[in-house]
C-alpha cells in the first residue's frame, strides 16, 4: 500500500516562504499524479498544484499562480511545494495525495491515496 508523508509545514508571516516536501513510501506505478491539496477551516479542500510523471505539464490552481512552485526529487519518491509572496488566505492543511496515472486532477475523489496533512499558518 502507498503511504505519503508530509512536512515543512509552519507558520510564517505575510510575504514569506515555505517549503512542503511529500515523500512516498514505495512507488509502485510507472504512471502518477502527485497533487497538493489543502482545506482551511469550514471551506472545501482546493487543488493547489499537481505533477505528473512520465508525461503532462503540472498544473495549478488559479489562487497560487505565479507564487507556488511545484517540483519532483530526481528518484520521483519525493513531491515539493515551493510557497512564496504567501497570504494569510494561503493558510490551511496541506495534504498530498497520489493517484497512479499519468495526469493530474483537482478533483479529490480521483485520489485514493493521501498524507496525513501539514499545516500551514500565513499570520498578517
Known amino acids: 500500500q502507498v503511504q505519503l508523508v508530509e512536512s515543512g509545514g509552519g507558520s510564517v508571516q505575510v510575504g514569506g516562504s515555505l517549503r512542503l516536501s511529500c515523500v512516498l513510501s514505495?512507488?509502485?506505478?510507472?504512471?502518477?499524479?502527485m497533487t497538493w491539496f489543502r482545506q482551511a477551516p469550514g471551506k472545501e479542500r482546493e487543488g493547489v498544484a499537481g505533477?505528473?510523471?512520465?508525461?503532462?505539464?503540472?498544473i495549478y490552481g488559479e489562487s497560487v499562480k505565479g507564487r507556488f512552485t511545484i517540483s519532483r526529487g530526481s528518484d520521483n519518491y519525493t513531491l515539493f511545494l515551493e510557497m512564496t509572496s504567501l497570504k494569510p488566505e494561503d493558510s490551511g492543511v496541506y495534504y498530498c495525495?497520489?493517484?497512479?496515472?499519468?495526469?493530474?486532477?483537482?478533483?479529490?475523489?480521483?485520489?485514493?491515496?493521501w498524507g496525513q496533512g501539514t499545516q500551514v499558518t500565513v499570520s498578517s
Open positions: 505533477s505528473s510523471i512520465p508525461y503532462g505539464e503540472p
Open positions: 514505495r512507488f509502485p506505478w510507472s504512471r502518477q499524479c
Open positions: 495525495a497520489a493517484r497512479p496515472y499519468s495526469y493530474c486532477t483537482f478533483r479529490t475523489t480521483d485520489y485514493d491515496f
